[in-house]
C-alpha cells in the first residue's frame, strides 16, 4: 500500500515543479535581462547578472551595410598590347584603384575599351603597388617567361642596330630571283639563327625562302627535308633550279626502311617513312631541318610528331613551314613552337594562357583560345613571320569568290536515309556515336547532291574552261570523271590512290598540253605541294570543314605565275550537309584571324548566283547563317527552303554546329 503525502509534502512538490517551469521559459525566451516578464516569471531574477545573448547571423537585406557594401572580390589581368606596353584589365570599377593607376608615370586611358595601359619597365612598380592594396584586388599576371621574352626584345631593338646579314653566301641563282618580301623572310630566319616558323599564306614561295635560309648556313649541313610523299621531287627540283652549286649527287631521296644514308649533303624524306626509320636518323646528326608543311605535327601525341622531336633536338637550325600554322586553334601552335624552342612555355602554362584552359573530370582542356593578341606579338617577336597575298603580292590577280546555288530540282534533300541520320543524331549522346552519324549524313548530302553537281561540271565542260575540279568523296570523283569521259573531255586525277611520280607527271601534262581542259582532285590529296597555274576557274563541287584546307586548295591556281583573274566557285545545297559547313567555317575563320593567322579566304562578301532559279529566292540568308551572327545578319530573313523542310533542319544545324571540328580530323577523307 502507498504512502499517503501530507498537505504540506504536496505543497512543496508543486512549488519545485513551478520554479523548474519558470527557469526552463527564462532559457527558452532568452530575453533581455531587465524584462519585465523575467520579473514577472522569476520574483527572485538578479538584474546584476550579464546575460550573453547568440547573436543572430541570418542575412538580412535590408540592412544598410548589404546596399553600400559590395560582396565581390575584384579581379585583374594583365596581358601585352604592343612590343613595350601592356594593359591591366579590372572586373569593377573601383576609385581607390584608379588613383593607383594615375601614380604611374607611364599610364594612357583607352576611352573606348575603358582599359588603362602602361609601359612594360613600369610593370614590378605597379604589382608591387597592387599586391598590399586596401580594394584587396587579385590580378593575373603575365607569365614570367612571356614577360622576360618581351623585356629582352625591347632592350636588344634599343641597343643594338643590326645590319642586314651578307647574302652572298648564297647562291646568286636564288637570290635573282627573290621579291623584296622573300628577301625579307631570308633575313628574318638568319636574325633567329635558322630557328623559325615561315607562315607564309600559300603561293608566296616559302619554300625557295627556307633553300635560302639553308644555303646561308651551309656549312652547319648536312640538311634534312621533311615533307608530306606527294611533294618529294618538287623540292628536290626547286634545289637544281635555285641551288646550282650543289651537285645532283649530293641530294638523296630516302625511299624505304631499307634504305641505307650515305655522305650525301641533302636528305629527302616523308613523315611516315621518318616515323618508320627514325632509329636510323636518330644515329646522324644534321645541322639543318626543315619541315615542311610542319601544321601536320599540330598533335604532340601523334608518332610522327614524337619522331619530329627526336631528329630536330640534335638540330642546331630548325625552320617550319607552313601556310596553315594553327588549322583550327591555338593550341595546335604549341607543338610546333616547341620543336624550334625546346625551352618554351610548359604545355599547361600554355594553354592556360591562350587557351582558355579549363579542368574537369577528364582532365584540361585547351580546345578554346584567350589572350589573342598578346599571342600574336609573342610568335612574332620569338619565331614566326606571316605575310599575306593582298598585303604585299599586289601584281598578282585578285580572286573572284561566286556561290553556285545548285538547282534543288535536282538535289534529292529530304530523303529517308537524310531523316533517319537526324533522328540518330538526337538520340545518341557520345563523341563516337555522334562522329558515325555526321560521317553518314556528310555521304548522304553527297549522294543527294550528285545531279546537281554533273550537271554544273557539264556546263563547264560545254563552254571549254580550263579549271580544277575539287571534291571529297570517290563517288563524286568518279561521276565527274564519268561525265568527262562521256563528253570526250580530256583530264588529269589525283587523288590518294596517286602515286609521287605519278602526280608530277599529271601535273606536268596539265601544265603544258591545253587540250587537257580539267584537273580533278581530291580536296584533301591535292591541296598543297602542287602548282596548276595553267587553268584560272576553280570549283569546290563539295565544302569542306577546315578553311586552311580550302584555302590551301584554292592557291593550287593564284600563285606566283599566274597571270590571269582567278574565278574560284564554290557549289552548296539546301537541306544538305552544307547548312552547317559554311557557318563552321565562318567560325573558324574568326578565331584564325583573332590571332593573327588570317586565312585569305573571304566569304562574307561573295557573288552568289543560282544553278537554276525555279521559285528560288535569293540566298544571301545562306550566307549569313551563323552560331554567333552580327545585327546585319540577323536582319536576314530565313529560307523558307529550310523552314518547308519535312524535319526539324534548324535545330539538326544547332546540334551539327556544336559539334567540335577536330571530331572529323581522324577521318581517312582520301578514301570516302
Given at each position: ?326 588549322l583550327s586553334r591555338p593550341i595546335e601552335l604549341y607543338s610546333q613552337i616547341s620543336l624550334i624552342m625546346p ?323 581522324p577521318c581517312d577523307w582520301d578514301d570516302m
Amino acid at each position: 500500500m502507498s504512502k499517503m503525502c501530507s498537505l504540506e509534502e504536496i505543497e512543496k512538490k508543486r512549488l519545485l515543479a513551478l520554479q523548474r517551469r519558470n527557469q526552463s521559459q527564462l532559457k527558452a525566451q532568452n530575453n533581455v535581462p531587465n524584462s519585465p516578464v523575467h520579473k514577472k516569471i522569476s520574483p527572485n531574477y538578479n538584474t546584476n547578472v550579464v546575460r550573453h545573448h547568440k547573436s543572430n547571423n541570418r542575412f538580412n537585406p535590408i540592412e544598410p551595410r548589404n546596399f553600400f557594401t559590395s560582396s565581390k572580390s575584384v579581379t585583374g589581368k594583365c596581358y601585352m598590347i604592343s612590343d613595350d606596353r601592356f594593359a591591366l584589365e579590372t572586373s569593377l570599377y573601383v576609385p581607390a584603384i584608379i588613383e593607383t593607376f594615375k601614380t604611374v608615370a607611364s599610364k594612357l586611358y583607352d576611352p573606348n575599351s575603358k582599359i588603362w595601359n602602361f609601359h612594360i619597365n613600369d610593370y614590378d612598380h605597379l604589382m608591387q603597388k597592387l599586391v598590399g592594396h586596401e580594394s584587396k584586388i587579385s590580378v593575373t599576371r603575365i607569365p614570367q617567361i612571356v614577360f622576360q621574352i618581351f623585356k629582352k626584345n625591347l632592350k636588344s631593338e634599343k641597343d643594338s642596330q643590326t645590319p642586314e646579314p651578307d647574302l652572298s653566301k648564297i647562291d646568286e641563282t636564288l637570290m635573282d630571283t627573290l621579291m623584296p618580301f622573300q628577301r625579307d623572310g631570308i633575313c628574318y630566319g638568319i636574325s633567329k639563327g635558322g630557328r623559325c616558323l615561315i607562315a607564309d599564306d600559300m603561293g608566296l614561295g616559302k619554300t625557295i625562302q627556307a633553300l635560302g635560309i639553308a644555303c646561308y648556313f651551309r656549312t652547319n649541313w648536312p640538311l634534312l627535308i621533311v615533307v608530306p610523299s606527294s611533294v618529294r621531287f618538287q623540292w628536290s627540283e626547286a634545289i637544281y633550279q635555285f641551288l646550282p652549286s650543289i651537285p645532283t649527287h649530293y641530294v638523296h631521296h630516302f625511299a624505304n626502311t631499307k634504305d641505307y644514308i650515305g655522305d650525301e649533303k641533302v636528305t629527302i624524306i616523308s613523315y611516315d617513312l621518318l616515323h618508320r626509320a627514325v632509329d636510323v636518323f636518330e644515329k646522324h646528326i644534321y645541322g639543318f631541318i626543315i619541315l615542311d608543311e610542319s601544321h601536320v605535327l599540330k598533335n604532340s601525341k601523334t608518332a610522327r610528331f614524337q619522331a619530329a622531336q627526336r631528329i630536330c633536338a640534335q638540330a642546331r637550325h630548325v625552320v617550319l613551314l607552313t601556310g596553315t600554322p594553327a588549322l583550327s586553334r591555338p593550341i595546335e601552335l604549341y607543338s610546333q613552337i616547341s620543336l624550334i624552342m625546346p625551352r618554351f612555355m610548359k604545355y599547361e602554362e600554355y594553354g592556360l594562357r591562350y587557351c582558355a584552359g579549363q579542368k574537369n573530370n577528364f582532365g584540361w582542356d585547351f580546345t578554346g583560345f584567350s589572350n589573342m593578341q598578346e599571342l600574336q606579338l609573342l610568335l612574332r617577336i620569338t619565331c614566326m613571320i606571316r605575310r599575306l597575298k593582298v598585303d604585299i603580292l599586289h601584281q598578282l590577280p585578285s580572286k573572284i569568290r561566286q556561290m553556285v546555288i545548285l538547282n534543288p530540282d535536282l538535289i534529292k534533300a529530304g530523303t529517308r536515309e537524310m531523316r533517319d541520320k537526324f533522328e540518330q543524331m538526337r538520340k545518341n549522346t557520345t563523341g563516337l556515336e555522334r562522329h558515325n552519324v555526321l560521317l553518314q549524313y556528310y555521304t548522304e548530302s553527297s549522294i543527294a547532291r550528285l545531279r546537281a553537281v554533273c550537271a554544273h561540271v557539264k556546263n563547264l565542260f560545254e563552254r571549254k574552261i580550263k579549271c580544277l575540279l575539287y571534291a571529297h568523296h570517290q563517288s563524286v570523283l568518279d561521276a565527274i570523271c564519268n561525265v568527262a569521259e562521256s563528253m570526250k573531255i580530256r583530264y588529269i586525277r589525283i587523288d590518294g590512290k596517286t602515286t609521287s611520280e605519278q602526280r608530277k607527271y599529271q601535273v606536268d601534262k596539265f601544265q603544258k598540253h591545253d587540250d587537257y581542259l580539267t584537273a580533278v582532285l581530291s580536296l584533301t590529296a591535292a591541296n598543297a605541294g602542287i602548282t596548276l597555274t595553267a587553268a584560272h576557274h576553280v570549283v569546290f563541287t563539295e565544302l569542306f570543314w577546315n578553311p586552311g584546307i580550302m584555302c590551301q586548295a584554292e592557291d593550287r591556281v593564284h600563285r606566283i605565275g599566274q597571270n590571269k583573274d582567278v574565278i574560284i566557285q564554290y557549289l552548296v545545297a539546301n537541306n544538305t550537309a552544307d547548312d552547317h559547313i559554311w557557318p563552321l567555317l565562318k567560325k573558324k575563320l574568326n578565331v584564325l584571324n583573332a590571332v593573327g593567322l588570317e586565312q585569305d579566304l573571304t566569304i562574307k562578301d561573295i557573288d552568289i548566283s543560282v544553278q537554276k532559279q525555279i521559285g528560288q529566292q535569293d540566298l544571301s540568308s545562306f550566307v549569313s547563317i551563323s552560331p554567333s551572327s552580327s545585327k546585319e545578319e540577323e536582319n536576314c530573313s530565313p529560307m523558307e527552303d529550310l523552314a518547308s523542310t519535312s524535319f526539324n533542319l534548324d535545330e539538326f544545324k544547332e546540334e551539327l554546329i556544336e559539334v567540335d571540328g577536330a571530331l572529323f580530323d581522324p577521318c581517312d577523307w582520301d578514301d570516302m
